[in-house]
């Protein structure tokens, strides 16, 4: 079975003209990207700015491709699940920041450097590339 979900790297340039990057918390407490399930009809690029609008309240246009993250799982009806995560870079247009609480405990807006550091603590390895060619795609270097 394969299992198609999708999301961004979503960034904004605060009252300042500070770009800014946003991060999640995700339900088991480690740094994430807003992502979800791609429903019946949708393209990728729509399930991405609707599980972004889901679970950060933001309204968002997508600038970029970034990449694609394959992985597979055992899934306990279904047996071995062929995942694929389609990520965007996203620009925030609108909507009223906020967490989905029922899904994720948190979502903030982070300084580039600050945003890579939080990643590379205490988020998943595997989004480290996606985090990276983001800030790739902003002209921000990170090791």
Wanted: aromatic share 8%; glycine share 10%.
């Amino acid at each position: 079975m394969k299992e198609i979900s999708a999301g961004g790297v979503v960034f904004r340039y605060n009252e300042q003209g500070q770009l800014q990057i946003q991060l999640i918390q995700d339900r088991y407490g480690k740094v994430s990207l807003p992502k979800g399930k791609m429903e019946p009809g949708e393209t990728v690029e729509e399930t991405a700015l609707r599980e972004i609008a889901e679970e950060t309240g933001l309204q968002g246009e997508i600038v970029a491709p970034i990449d694609q993250i394959k992985y597979q799982y055992d899934h306990s009806g279904w047996g071995m699940v062929n995942k694929e995560v389609h990520y965007y870079l996203v620009k925030a247009v609108g909507g009223k920041h906020q967490a989905q609480v029922d899904e994720i405990r948190g979502v903030d807006w982070f300084d580039p450097i600050d945003a890579w550091r939080r990643q590379k603590q205490s988020g998943y390895e595997n989004n480290d590339r996606i985090l990276s060619g983001a800030l790739k795609l902003l002209d921000i270097a990170v090791d």
